[in-house]
């Protein structure tokens, strides 16, 4: 028998070894990744925090709240990826006990669901995957799950406080990813009169009035950041969030938007039942029976079910209308579903969701180490960024749809100048050095006009003696000098793409 004091600690200790096994066998990943640790790198060299920058450019995409955690952690610890995983790691531990926290506020006589919820959420496939990756969805799932226990408890005793209080979260979330968290809080908002409590919950005249006022709240930390931010970039950076980003992801008009086929989300959802599909107890639970149960005796538990599933299946809804979409977008719908798996899971043994979950963190750990000396490598940057670091004084230019993916890694002080003429720019920067890449017939790029033939030849033995290394891949990127003589610079060997994609997209 677990003491409870460890039992309520080990979740944690789970998502620490996530944690560990992806830092010491996993690099950063390519494109996001190392993109948003070299927009922090940049900020965090400048001191410029409301208008971040990729390349030493404004980068107008994304708000600064994830990178302003990051670099406040970069002041504390020194610049480094475990300092910015920390800021991670914090976010994931919040998601789990916020998680928990929201299963005793709507089933508040329910300790054995709230008991299993910490590994419901730990255990689960995808908040094993997201944890461990330095992105925006886990930063923003907290927001999502603060508000919505401040609109909670405003929907109860009508204190316009907590009203403000959610308001505040809300504009957090604006701050770290954008408008979309009105999406994921919006749905339980429009969806009041499902799930109000109509013997002591306030009327919904009056919950709209108090969501309105959040709203208005809301504008009070996105206007600290997006004024000054709009100031100094004219106006560019409201155009590009709200126009370029958002409205172009709903359309699919924004380059490398991802637009994918209205079902792909529901293709998906079965991942949110990995690893609790392989638990025999759960195919016994005779779920249709159970609902049909509690709808027949009026349960007072139906409120917060309705609550949560029809939350999830707007959310779900409205992203699978918007045209770009990518898994990790349903990560702050992970909560929703989670509770409502705890809720017809609260009979299966604790111990048992427990193992489930220590059985992943072993697939994962067996998984990183084997990968990290395979497929990872491909991905890993840093024997380019080494390259890249011991010639930092170096003009340097791309000529690529360049995402800064170096930036970090290479710890780099100035731009790459970006080309559509890498020869003449070569031409123009003696010594210089430029980034291409291969495309499937050929290498782009030659040293200098006097050595094109002999240049190109070696470029073409070493990308067969390449492609036959990763058969059906293709390799990038590539450093070409201007020399009189031979052929460039051998590139550094670790980095491939499947054949046919351009440098560094997904």
């Known amino acids: 028998m677990i003491p409870a004091h460890v039992e309520r600690l080990l979740p944690y200790l789970f998502l620490l070894a996530l944690t560990c096994i992806a830092v ?50 970069w002041d504390i610890f ?34 054995d669901i709230a008991s299993r919820i910490p590994w419901l959420v730990g255990g689960s496939t995808i908040f094993v995957i997201y944890s461990t990756l330095i992105l925006f969805d886990m930063l923003l799932t907290v927001f999502v799950l603060a508000a919505l226990l401040s609109l909670l408890a405003f929907a109860k005793n009508g204190n316009h406080w907590h009203a403000v209080l959610a308001g505040l979260f809300i504009g957090l979330g604006v701050l770290t990813k954008g408008p979309v968290v009105l999406i994921h809080i919006g749905a339980p908002i429009l969806l009041y009169p499902f799930w109000r409590d109509r013997q ?12 309105g006022l959040a709203i208005l709240a809301a504008l009070i930390p996105v206007a600290i950041w997006l004024v000054p931010a709009t100031i100094q970039t004219k106006g560019n950076f409201v155009y590009d969030l ?9 359309t699919g008009n924004l380059h ?41 005796l009026r349960s007072p538990d139906l409120r917060a079910l309705r609550l949560l599933s029809f939350s999830f299946v707007a959310v779900l809804l409205v992203f699978s209308a918007i045209s770009g979409k990518q898994p990790h977008y349903l990560v702050p719908m992970l909560p929703f579903a989670t509770i409502l798996f705890g809720y017809f ?13 220590f059985v992943l963190l072993a697939i994962f750990g067996i998984g990183h180490a084997a990968a990290s000396a395979t497929a990872f490598r491909r991905e890993d940057l840093m024997p380019l960024a080494n390259f890249i670091d ?20 290479a710890r780099l002080q100035k731009p790459f100048e970006s080309t559509d003429n890498p020869e003449e720019w070569l ?11 291969f495309t499937s017939n050929e290498a782009i790029l030659s040293s200098s006009r006097d050595n094109i033939d002999g240049a190109a030849a070696d470029r073409a033995a070493r990308k067969t003696q390449l492609t036959a290394t990763y058969p059906g891949r293709q390799i990038y990127p590539i450093v070409f000098s201007k020399i009189s003589a031979g052929s460039p610079e051998p590139p550094p060997q670790s980095a491939v793409l499947p054949a046919g994609k351009n440098p560094f997209e997904r």
């Open 24 to 73: 010491v066998f996993r690099p950063l990943l390519p494109v996001d990744e190392t993109r948003y640790l070299s927009v922090t790198w940049e900020m965090y060299l400048s001191g410029q925090i409301f208008v971040p920058t990729m390349n030493f450019a404004p980068y107008l995409q994304k708000p600064p709240l994830l990178f302003w955690l990051i670099d406040l952690a």
């Open 78 to 111: 020194g610049a480094s990826r475990v300092a910015a995983m920390l800021v991670i790691f914090v976010a994931s531990s919040l998601v789990i006990w916020l998680t928990t926290r929201l299963t005793k506020t709507l089933f508040p006589r329910r300790d």
């Open 200 to 211: 002591a919950g306030l009327a919904t005249p009056k919950f709209f009035a108090g969501a």
């Open 242 to 250: 709200v126009w370029n980003q958002s409205a172009g992801r709903v």
């Open 256 to 296: 490398n938007s991802h637009g994918r086929p209205f079902y792909f989300y529901v293709v998906l959802l079965p991942i949110m039942l990995v690893p609790w599909i392989f638990i025999p107890e759960v195919w016994r639970l005779k779920l249709g029976a159970r609902i049909r149960g509690l709808i027949d």
């Open 345 to 357: 899971m609260a009979e299966i043994p604790l111990a048992k969701l427990r193992n489930s979950a």
């Open 390 to 409: 011991e010639r930092k004084n170096t003009d340097w230019a791309v000529a690529f749809d360049y995402q800064d993916e170096v930036g970090f890694l």
């Open 427 to 437: 031409r123009s920067h003696p010594g210089g050095k430029s980034l291409s890449a």
